[in-house]
């Protein structure tokens, strides 16, 4: 019995271990402003999926890392209309984006 414990222990660290070298060290980053002028409070996303970003329309910054895409649409829950984010991006202005989904 010891043994299949520590035989399990081995495999289970050994998956976690394979898990962490696959995955970026650091995912891309949207930084959404509320005012204009990417002024006010502000909101980072990051990470895997979709995220709700209406309440902040007062510009975008996005830090691409590793390279993790992520595509901004106009409706919620990642629907609409859309714009790809491949590179570093900022922008100052009143946008109308409701969502993103980051891609992983």
């Known amino acids: 019995m010891a043994t299949t414990s520590k035989a399990a222990a081995?495999?289970?660290?050994?998956?976690?271990?394979a898990a962490a070298a696959v995955l970026p060290a650091s995912a891309s980053t949207l930084t959404v402003f509320s005012?204009?002028?990417c002024a006010g409070?502000?909101?980072?996303?990051?990470?895997?999926g979709c995220f709700d970003i209406s309440g902040y329309k007062g510009g975008y910054?996005?830090?691409f890392t590793e390279g993790q895409a992520a595509v901004l649409y106009t409706d919620s829950y990642c629907h609409g209309s859309s714009v790809s984010l491949k590179k570093e991006t900022r922008r100052c202005?009143?946008?109308?984006f409701k969502s993103i989904?980051?891609?992983c």
């Not at 202005?93 to 109308?96: D, G, Y």
């Open 101 to 103: 989904y980051m891609i």
């Open 35 to 37: 005012d204009k002028g």
């Open 10 to 17: 081995a495999a289970v660290l050994l998956l976690l271990v």
């Open 61 to 63: 910054h996005f830090v």
């Open 93 to 96: 202005k009143l946008h109308n």
């Open 41 to 48: 409070r502000t909101k980072d996303v990051n990470g895997c």
